[in-house]
């Protein structure tokens, strides 16, 4: 278990990195940005930058390294999580496809300290000793 958790971040640099060139035909430059950067001003300067640049796609946090969540889910497990909304995250996302640019989600997956300590920690992954 531990030797998989020490090279997780490779999984997660892989499905970043080439997992948007093997859907896309064409190549696929983009950025990384924030939750923070996403729901400010700034959003819409580096727009701009990407478009001067020949940039096509933007990765944004959609759900965060401890289990928050970007957009409120119609879902049971919806209050589980606590969640720190993207500001207009519908027209930021279509104003990145009217520019061309490939807006891309990045979920954390298999790590999330909210979810794991819900309920007495009922959904948590545990070793077989219980721990």
């Known amino acids: 278990m531990k030797r998989f958790h020490n090279r997780h971040p490779f999984f997660i640099l892989f499905f970043i990195i080439y997992l948007p060139s093997i859907i896309?035909?064409?190549?696929?430059q983009g950025i990384y940005i924030s939750r923070y950067v996403a729901s400010?001003?700034?959003?819409?300067?580096?727009?701009?930058?990407?478009?001067?640049?020949?940039?096509?796609?933007?990765?944004?946090d959609m759900k965060y390294d401890y289990g928050d969540i970007a957009v409120k889910l119609d879902s049971t497990y919806s209050s589980i999580n606590s969640y720190e909304k993207i500001i207009n995250i519908k027209g930021k996302v279509d104003t990145l496809k009217k520019l061309g640019i490939k807006p891309i989600a990045r979920i954390v997956c298999f790590k999330d300290n909210i979810l794991g300590k819900y309920e007495n920690s009922k959904y948590a992954v545990k070793y077989s000793d219980g721990s």
């Open 40 to 60: 400010s001003q700034r959003f819409y300067h580096l727009l701009e930058k990407l478009k001067e640049n020949d940039f096509n796609a933007v990765v944004i």
């Open 24 to 28: 896309f035909s064409e190549k696929i």
